[in-house]
């Protein structure tokens, strides 16, 4: 178990390097840069060249690229371009609100396809059909515009719930919920089916198992059959998915907080590409990263967890 | 980002592209979609000429209407034409996925089909570099390309196409790795093809059903990326007309006149759902290319036309089980498995059922715990046990009875235990659930358990998982939980088939001396006649789901009754004769039906 989570850390640190450096590499062929760009600064050449010397950025781009690794290493991801504030800062501020609604998809959505799943493999008939209905419009419209339909009628027309914005967890953790229940469903919805997809899928090919008919041949009731045996042995392949379900839920984040203005990293990340705030890019784009090592870390941990035959 | 990598048969193979194209055309589904999306190219490339209005023309008299007779989807927050909008903003859509497509698919065949067909140390390097482009959070590194290529879609999309490549590339490696290791493609080299020549006609002509197939799925997935990009206002700059831009203007307004919001998210849904529908019908072509006709013809399951059941014996009072007039039928068919079986279990007596392969043995046990395999069922048949009548073809009925009247073990040891429990708690899990015993009862009881068949250690072996036992222990394990609830007969079927030879009679002999301590009956399938002479009191012979002979072990060695029967021990490969060549059933029974 030690080894798997040693192992996937060792993994991640390829991934790591390679995010940050390919983004730092682009950066570098951007048309112009961020020292002609900024609007404030004087437009002699002299004080042009001046800030980019101040900014590095008449180094070689590898040698760049060290400094900014350096620097990170230290926790310092430089300053935005465009507020001046810590990147650091910025994104510590921003990345509480992407995790509730990660967390809050994760939690719907495993919660509610392993349920639909599993019940679908077992009854078949209606509930296979809306989980093969949903799945088919979780899959063909996108995330942002389910959410613009969950305002519509959630917020708009039943008044249910707030249409945008967040509240802190601190300030109410009632209004913190609320405020989150429409960004996770509009993520959720593709997620959802995908899980349930996969779970309906496993479920039918564990219950035809023979342990299974051995376990009913003990005298085990049928609850304890299917909901025990039968999906815990189910969840080992859906595990898989959920990691791939969840990655792609993460970049739904940046549509669904812009809609339902969110102070998180996505609509940070939309933001620093409108204003072509590099630096503030380059740090979002760590922090996504850096979510993305979590989730393969925990569909590692809980793959562990549940498969005996990986734990011991 | 990956168009459903994991999901597509990796190694599907490949029919030619033009048959694929027939078998699309025979599922009215795909040729819908196929038609949208030509309705949407045509639409799209004529946008100019048939779109009613000029798409940035602003009709401030007529805001934010409705579906009218001058603008049939109505019209936005500036009076601009809906329809018109819809048409120009289809060809910036569809430049997208041919771009990403392009970049996509030339990448992912190239690199695919090479590390396939070289594989090595590039190969091992490909494989890696996929899986790291595959987890990129695909939307981050989208938004860092377009900070630096302000409003470039080109750039966009073929970056889209460089990270969804790599999905491509997986699914495309895997085949070639099935296709490379065919004979013909050794032939072809040893012919002296160049590698050039074995890759492009031979491996892609192979596979190209899967590259179509995955291309498709991920066509799929880039309309949604271009109409997410126009929606954040990245690509397209707004004033210009994008499916994703309208939705976003439809946002602004949504509280006055969420209407607009229809055509946007109705036309990119149908035009995603298009491409993912051909893909999955191509991908179904595919297999069910490779699929033979089965089970063609199949009737369903006629009762009424069922033989009228034979009168049945009288049960014997003696007997702790009584089975009279057991028919299983396979679903749809009307010849039986089993027909008409009546058979007695006597107290403390051990009964073999005994028959080849397919002659209904497994099923006839199977039923009196109600546990058939899906697709049999019991038409007909009745049972006493414990003081009892069941009918055995409601098996819903028969459950209280398992464990605790009748126990089961099984033949495959191994694959009767739950992979993801341990040993001790296959065993208390019953105990708790079945024998009322607390949690700590019941640890107790595993343990004895455990002990009473013979396993040394049982409070080691009871944290064990199965795949920490042997086969002899997993059945040893078995018999425990057979016995948990202290089961007044104990069915067994082939027990000891799949054991070693040594393990074979310990199993037994625990068997043996676990009925008669425990006053058990025995009901045991086999089609080892060396296990019924060790073991049985009484054999029952059953052919073709009848019975043919039921008499006590010693008779049926000495003196059997039946043909079959004769047939059946003299093919009994114990008996065999070094050099000679060993009867099969159909052999001797041939013989037998001759000499009269």
Redesign the interface.
Known sequence: MIRLIVHRLLVSI??LL??TL??YV??S???GDVAATLPQGQTSLKAYMALRHKLGLDQPVMQQYGHWLMRALHGDLGTSYFSGERVVNLLNQRIGVTLSVVAGVLIVCVSAGLLLGALSALRGGLVGRIIDVLS??G????S??VA??L??IFA?KLEWLP?IGYTSFFASPRLWLMSLVLPVFAVALHSITSIAKQTRDSMGEIM????I??????????T?VIW??GL??AALPVV??IG?VM??A???T??VE??FVLPGLGSL??E???????AL??G??LY??L??IAI?LAVDVSYGW????VR? | ?SPQA?SASAAAPSAAPVSLLRRLLARPLAVLALSWLGLVLVASLLAPWIAPYDPLDQDLLNMRQGPTLAHWLGTDALGRDLLSRLLYGGLPALTGIVEALVVAGLLGVGIGVTAGFYRGRYDRFIVQAVD?VM???????L????????NSMFAAMISVGLLGSAGIIRVVRSATLAVGSELYIEAARIAGLSDFAIITRHVIARIAGTIIVQLSLFA?VVV?IQ??IS????GVPPPAPSW?GM?FD??SV??ND?FM?VP??VT???S??AF?LIGDGLRDGLAERWMQRGGAGVTTPNRASAPPPAPMLAPNPEAVLSLRGLVIHAQGRSQPLVDGLDFDLMAGETLGIVGESGSGKTLSVLST?G?LP?GTVVSAGEMLVNGGRHDLSDPRRL?GL???VL??I?Q?PM????????IGT?LT??LR??GGLSRRAAKVRATELLREVKINDPEDVARR?P??ISGGMAQRV?IA??L??RPKILIADEPTTALDVTVQAEILDLMRALATSNNMAMLLVTHDWGVVADICDRALVLYRGKLVETAPVAEIFSAPQHPYTAALLRANPHNAVPGAELPTVADVWQQQALIP
């Open positions: 390829p991934l390679a995010v390919l983004t682009l950066d062929f951007a048309p088919i419009a899959l063909a419209f996108p942002f515009w613009l339909i305002i519509e708009v249409a035809g198992r023979d342990f008919r051995a376990l009913r041949a003990s005298g085990l009731s049928e304890s025990k045996h815990r042995n898989t998915v791939l990655i792609s993460l970049g739904s940046v549509f812009r809609i990340a939309v620093a590409a409108t204003n072509s705030d590099i890019l380059q979002a784009t996504f990263t979510i993305v393969n549940l498969n005996p035959k011991t | 980002m994991g790291l987890s990129l959070p695909a939307i981050v590194v938004l860092s390309i377009l900070s630096i290529f302000h799929a949604l109409t997410g929606f954040l206002g990245l994703g939705i439809a946002a949504l509280n969420a919001l946007p998210g990119v849904a149908l995603v759902l993912a715990i546990l899906s459950q398992r464990g605790t126990g089961m099984f495959e694959a009767a235990l739950d992979p993801c429990f341990t296959h899990e019953v659930a079945r998982y795949h920490q078995g939980r057979a948990a609830l």
